[in-house]
């Protein structure tokens, strides 16, 4: 079995934040993607413009945006850290009912941006799910995961 150095613990085993104060800064990239499956008519009324609470991915991608900024607000050991740019993508697959979700965010700094993408994914996904759920109560938010990550000692990771 691999062991893992598990640095958001202390000697003692209590939580702690990384210190990342002796890190070389580096220019960081992250993307990461999830779903979110609907009924049919759930997504032709997104497509139409005809859900009541407005336009759901444009409100999903501002509201995505304003996740990855606040995340070290809201996962505890993460760090807060000077986004440089921040985008999310929507591909509709009218197929199989369900709408994917991708961030990407770039950053120079001393620690990665995975989380900030990631929060992305997840809160454009809850978004959708809020201004659809009159509608649709039966929606699925899932395979929300890491595509890439470049920059810092680890360099480049891809899924």
Known sequence: MMQYNLTHFDEDGKARMVD?????????????EGKIRMKADTLSLIKQGRIEKGDVLGVARVAGIMAAKKTSDIIPMCHPIMISGCCLNFKIND????ITIEAEAKTTGKTGIEMEVLTAVSAAALTIYDMCKAVDRG?????????????GKSGEWIY
């Open 20 to 32: 990342v104060s002796e890190k070389a800064e580096t220019k960081r990239t992250a993307l990461a």
């Open 95 to 98: 197929k199989e009912s369900y």
């Open 139 to 151: 929606m699925i938010i899932e395979d929300i995961h890491l595509l890439k990550k470049d920059g």
